[in-house]
């Protein structure tokens, strides 16, 4: 079955701590995507990757950080400098490398500020 | 920076109906993609319009694009309470790079039985 994989579900966060959000894709595309989504809004880049071990700034990159090691793995972590970052995060993929046409996305993780 | 605009903001309809969403953009672009999701789920590709094209059909989906004026609108033919959801237009621009796929707020629609 081939698809998005983002772990946990749910996750919390004390001040000062870093958290890692997961994102696993079996669908061998070549692009990786970090959305936040705030309540009652629409999606902001984060992060992207076109490639194994590149990767480009979003909209809003302050305070979180990427790494694309493997094809199918995009970890995401929320760092401390992040003073905002209770929101719902959604991993993406798509096979075109040049170009972010049909994403497929994850079930996303709520991260939620203790 | 939020390139789409979609309005409604909300929408409510009767099973059977049509419901029409419309999305406005800033910037010249390269395609327009339109998404749903379910409430605290992951969104779902629905259709991909490019900007030489003017409409485009998918089962009950109908989306056209007017590059003049900026602005799409999809219609969702003969509504079903399963199309309940939020819906988002989300746009590539032409200019900062074709990855960049830049979301509205969404519209809201719920479609009664």
């Known amino acids: 079955d081939g698809g998005i994989t983002q772990s946990p579900k749910y996750l919390f966060r004390k001040e000062g701590q870093n958290v890692t959000l997961s994102c696993e894709q079996n669908?061998?595309?070549?692009?990786m995507y970090w959305y936040r989504q705030d309540p009652g809004q629409g999606l902001r880049l984060i992060y992207y990757s076109q490639i194994v071990n590149d990767f480009q700034k979003g909209d809003i990159a302050e305070g979180y950080s990427v790494s694309r090691e493997k094809k199918e793995s995009f970890p995401l972590t929320v760092t401390s400098a992040q003073k905002n970052p209770t929101a719902f995060y959604l991993c993406?993929?798509?096979?075109?490398?040049?170009?972010?046409?049909?994403?497929?996305f994850g079930s996303g993780t709520q991260l939620s500020v203790l | 920076s939020q390139q789409g605009e979609e309005d409604p903001q909300a929408l409510s309809i009767q099973e059977g109906e049509n419901a029409t969403m419309n999305c406005s953009y800033k910037?010249?672009?390269?395609?327009l993609q339109w998404y749903r999701q379910n409430s605290g789920r992951g969104l779902v590709h629905l259709i991909l319009i490019r900007s030489n094209e003017r409409e485009k059909h998918s089962g009950r989906l109908r989306v056209t694009l007017d590059t003049s004026k900026k602005s799409s609108s999809l219609l969702i033919t003969a509504s079903r309470a399963a199309d309940t959801a939020s819906y988002f237009c989300?746009?590539?621009?032409?200019?900062?790079?074709?990855?960049?796929?830049?979301f509205g707020a969404g519209t809201r629609l719920a479609v009664h039985p």
């Open positions: 910037t010249s672009i390269n395609n």
């Open positions: 669908l061998n595309h070549d692009a």
């Open positions: 993406a993929s798509s096979i075109n490398s040049q170009g972010a046409e049909k994403l497929f």
């Open positions: 989300a746009t590539v621009p032409v200019s900062g790079g074709y990855n960049k796929l830049i």
